[in-house]
């Protein structure tokens, strides 16, 4: 059961046939790595039809723009978010963030492929990002959400740890953030971490057993996708500004 105002976000989203995928906390929720999140974070199908239907459920969420930058779709083909505040009475002060794109992440067909279905008690369907590609548009300069990454990691692994198959063991050596996980589940599938060790050498002290090692590797990689996100929001910020500016010139008598 999730909380009502969120459940109200995303029936409506449903209901109007929007075609969007939950990311962010609320994903993180579902997946049993998070506890609460009263935000909602979405990528949508940046088609116009799309965005009509998307219209229509803000309207009835009766969902107003916050911040920068302004309702209109085109900045969401640049990478930017577009935020919204909910004044409905069952969705009260719930904020919705709206992207069509993320740093490292495929375009949205292939996203949708890969997507998660939950159905609900009362039978609201939800789809969310697949945990790969969530994890990967986790990656970021927030310190908050590299926990959460190893949460939704060990998560996985806890469920699925008796029952392995190829695509989870890869799926834990490529994303695991836990040197006992690694440890171990490269001891277990010894030709499967040789090969990924090609795309994550952090492996190969995994493969040696080496947890101080492991974690200083860590530690590296993290630096790596911090420093690289930030490379990519830099210049989306400076627009930012500029359109904080000109608004702020607008409004001031």
């Not at 200083?216 to 210049?235: G, I």
Request: charged fraction near 35%; glycine fraction near 4%; aromatic fraction near 8%.
């Amino acid at each position: 059961m999730i909380p009502n105002p969120i459940h109200k976000v995303l029936s409506t989203l449903s209901s109007h046939e929007v075609k969007h995928l939950l990311m962010g906390g609320q994903a993180c929720v579902f997946y049993g790595a998070a506890e609460f999140s009263r935000d909602c974070d979405i990528v949508v199908l940046a088609e116009p039809s799309n965005f009509d239907r998307l219209s229509a459920a803000l309207d009835e969420l009766l969902a107003d723009c916050i911040a920068v930058p302004p309702k209109d779709w085109k900045y969401l083909d640049r990478g930017h978010a577009i935020h919204f505040r909910c004044k409905h009475p069952d969705a009260l002060d719930i904020r919705l963030d709206v992207m069509t794109k993320m740093r490292g992440c495929d375009a949205f067909a292939e996203l949708w492929d890969r997507r998660t279905t939950l159905e609900d008690a009362d039978g609201t369907v939800f789809q969310l990002l697949g945990i790969e590609d969530l994890i990967r548009a986790k990656k970021t300069q927030r310190d908050k959400d590299w926990p959460m990454i190893q949460r939704l990691v060990d998560a996985h692994y806890e469920e699925f740890r008796e029952a392995p198959n190829e695509d989870r063991v890869r799926f834990w050596l490529r994303e695991s953030r836990t040197p006992e996980v690694l440890i171990r589940v490269g001891a277990e599938n010894f030709e499967i971490i040789q090969q990924e060790a090609k795309q994550r050498p952090l492996l190969a002290e995994a493969m040696a057993a080496s947890k101080t090692a492991i974690r200083q590797e860590l530690e590296k990689e993290q630096a790596r996708e911090k420093e690289a996100d930030q490379a990519y929001w830099n210049p989306l910020k400076r627009e930012l500004e500029q359109l904080r500016r000109e608004r702020n010139r607008k409004t001031d008598p």
